[in-house]
């Protein structure tokens, strides 16, 4: 069953605390993405990797951090210097010049 | 679930009618287009593209039409069906720019009235 996992689908978190979000993919992509969706809002780019042990920042890559060790994973860190964490997050991975393919999204909470 | 929809544009349409659902796209030298599909609380899902040497796409039920002249994108639905009723957004890409470059629009929500 090839596609895009995010886990786990509700987090909640308390102020001041650090939580990483899991992303996977089995598609042999080498581009992954994090976007963070708002309501009523577009998705914004916080991170993306287009190759194992390299990524960049993307619009609003402030209070989050990232790791790339593998190709499959993808993991975003939520810091404790993020301060509006509450939000959906999405993971999206391709290759070349495919299309961006999202994962089923991690619904964040800050308690 | 997520509320996506929120403060969206809406569009309602009985079941059975065709679906038009527009985008206005910011870049004019923007090359490749894309409409994805949000159902609550999932993930957006790719529905069709199209590149812009094209007006027009078709797929399965749904069509593509590409007016670069007024920068407008549409994503046309036919029969449109309850399973339909979703976010829709389109996202472009700079001419040149990669497939890590997509710019996003906000959506607009299709209501599908049984």
């Known amino acids: 069953d090839g596609g895009i996992t995010q886990s786990p689908k509700y987090l909640f978190r308390k102020e001041g605390q650090n939580v990483t979000l899991s992303c996977e993919q089995n598609?042999?992509?080498?581009?992954m993405y994090w976007y963070r969706q708002d309501p009523g809002q577009g998705l914004r780019l916080i991170y993306y990797?287009?190759?194992?042990?390299?990524?960049q920042k993307g619009d609003i890559a402030e209070g989050y951090s990232v790791s790339r060790e593998k190709k499959e994973s993808f993991p975003l860190t939520v810091t404790s210097a993020q301060k509006n964490p509450t939000a959906f997050y999405l993971c999206?991975?391709?290759?070349?010049?495919?299309?961006?393919?999202f994962g089923p999204g991690t619904r964040l909470t800050v308690l | 679930g997520e509320s996506v929809g929120l403060h969206l544009p809406t569009l309602s349409v009985q079941e059975g009618d065709n679906s038009i659902i527009n985008c206005a796209y910011s870049n004019s030298a923007s090359d490749y287009f894309i409409w994805y599909k949000q159902e609550s609380g999932k993930g957006p899902q790719f529905i069709i593209d199209?590149?812009?040497?094209?007006d027009k796409r078709q797929g399965q039920r749904v069509t593509v039409l590409l007016n670069k002249t007024v920068k407008h994108l549409s994503l046309q639905i036919a029969a449109t069906q309850p399973g339909d009723s979703a976010v829709y957004f389109c996202a472009e890409i700079p001419y040149g720019g990669a497939t890590n470059k997509l710019i996003f629009g906000t959506g607009t929500l299709l209501a599908v009235q049984p």
């Open positions: 999206a991975s391709n290759s070349g010049t495919d299309t961006q393919y």
């Open positions: 199209i590149r812009s040497n094209m």
């Open positions: 990797s287009q190759i194992v042990n390299d990524f």
């Open positions: 598609l042999n992509h080498d581009a």
